[in-house]
């Protein structure tokens, strides 16, 4: 999938249309579509094969004996799979049925791993696809001028049926002038597939350009429920609220990549580098020896430590204390894991902005790509469409809340001071009650208000914003469990009275 010319695409002035917006958003769709159709075209290329192993031997022909696989008529023979199509016709076939198999929604998320390394055979795939042909069965004639279709050999049994019938001169046009000769199909699978190969190659190798240095990490925060916020910065990085990088850590492995979406993307102003002995935990001294100062950009991310990869890296990040160090320096260097960076890459959460109205659902950590959105908000970004923002904010724990608490109070009171009140709709439903306590800081009271204990009643959130905004277009939002998903793919789909229009746009890492 080529990632940065979609976002180049997406972010054009030529793309205005937002339907076109939307269907380069289903790139992701089309490319497991292009996969099942493979698997499936695969499947009846190879039954074929298997029947024509039968008919090669049942129509053996007696005049061409370079045509036959078999050596004698009624003869089925396994050679076809020692010869070199049938061997890389196999290997074809075990690709790509790891490929597939791996691809499932239970191996990506009980081990990526897997996922990752056989998903990356497709190189080795179209090496053998595009020599598959050499030296194969299939053949076509070379000497069609000396030896035309139904011509007759001086030595061929059919002449004696015939020479009664047809005059001389018929009999010298008919008659063969050498043996026929056949050789195998010239391998033309290159001429399909090295289009899209180079532009494939050459979008890669502007990402590995892009991403060649690594960044500067400014700082590591630890938040409840296992969740790391990670703040970097770049060189010339420039991103839009709503998309996400790809995160690549040697020291956990050196050929898997990582999406997360970026929740901030602004001027943060951190303390300018000294040379003073106190105890610096939020500056990394790199090899560049770089400090961010308040002119230079950062950006962040919060990932959730659920797997192998984000358990190596928690770890490489926030290494538990030595407790054998008797004495500790005055100065501490703390070294953080080399780390790169590849992207942005677009995503749906971009026309959030594009829309009067936009609704925007989370599901636990699915809420990281409205967080840099509230983040454009709280800067006072401006030139945008939104009029509305409906925030709808899912969590199994009350603690899940505090990630951004604080930028949901800053907003919420930023709105208030400019005298908009009703420009930002926020609702916070906590599902799991057991032991449930209030967020009972004050400066949390704007969240307390708005905190339900309960699952959301989709139909009659819907209904409520269908008569706030009679005869709108509402763009609908939404990264969270599948079925949070299609309960809201369903409702937009459904017909509204209200005349007001509800577009399903679902956040989804490629």
Known sequence: MCRSLLTFVRGTH???????????????????ACGFAICIFSVVHVSAHLVNVINFSV??????????????????????????????????????????TSSSYCVRVSNYEIFWYTHNLFIVFYIILMVHMVGGALKYQTNIEAHPPGCVGTNHSSTEQHGDELEQGEDEERTCREQAHFQPH???????????????????????IRSYDPVTIVTVIRHPCNVIELRMLKKNFKARPGQYIVLNCPGVSSFENHPFTLTTVRLHCVLVCACVYFVVTHCMLS???????????????????????????????????????EILPMVRQRRYPKLYVDGPFGSPSEEVFNYDVSLCVAGGIGVTP?????????????????????????????????????????????????????????????????????????????????????????????????????????????????????????????????????????????
């Open 370 to 510: 409205f967080a840099c959105v509230l983040h454009a908000l709280l800067d006072g970004w401006t030139g945008f469409r939104l009029q509305r923002l409906y925030f709808v904010w899912v969590c199994r724990e009350l603690q899940s809340f505090y990630w951004f608490a604080e930028l949901l109070c800053a907003v919420h009171q930023k709105l208030w001071q400019e005298n908009r009140p009703d420009y930002f709709n926020l609702k916070l439903f906590v599902s799991q009650t057991d032991n449930l306590q209030s967020m009972s800081d004050e400066k949390y009271r704007p969240l307390t208000s708005r905190l339900l204990v309960g699952r959301p009643r989709w139909k009659l959130l819907f209904d409520e914003i269908g008569r706030t905004n009679k005869h709108k277009r509402v763009g609908v939002f939404c990264c969270g469990p599948k079925g949070i998903s299609r309960t809201l793919h369903r409702l937009c789909n459904s017909a509204r009275s209200s005349g007001t229009t509800f577009e399903f746009n679902k956040e989804s890492f490629s």
């Open 287 to 325: 090899n560049s020896s770089q400090c961010p100062t308040e002119n230079k950009k950062t950006f962040g991310i919060h990932l959730r430590v659920v797997g192998d990869w984000t358990e190596r890296f928690t770890q490489l990040l926030l290494p538990e204390p030595r407790i054998d160090l």
């Open 59 to 100: 129509s053996y022909s007696d005049d061409f004996p370079a045509l036959n696989l078999a050596r004698y008529r009624g003869e089925v023979r396994h050679k076809y799979m020692y010869i070199f199509p049938g061997v890389t016709g196999v290997l074809l076939v075990l690709i790509l049925f790891l490929m597939f």
């Open 186 to 208: 010239y391998p033309q699978t290159w001429l399909w597939v090295s289009g899209p190969l180079c532009l494939y190659c050459a979008e890669r190798f502007y990402r590995y």
């Open 14 to 32: 030529m793309v205005s249309s937002r339907k076109t917006r939307r269907l380069l958003d289903k790139s992701k769709t089309f490319h497991v």
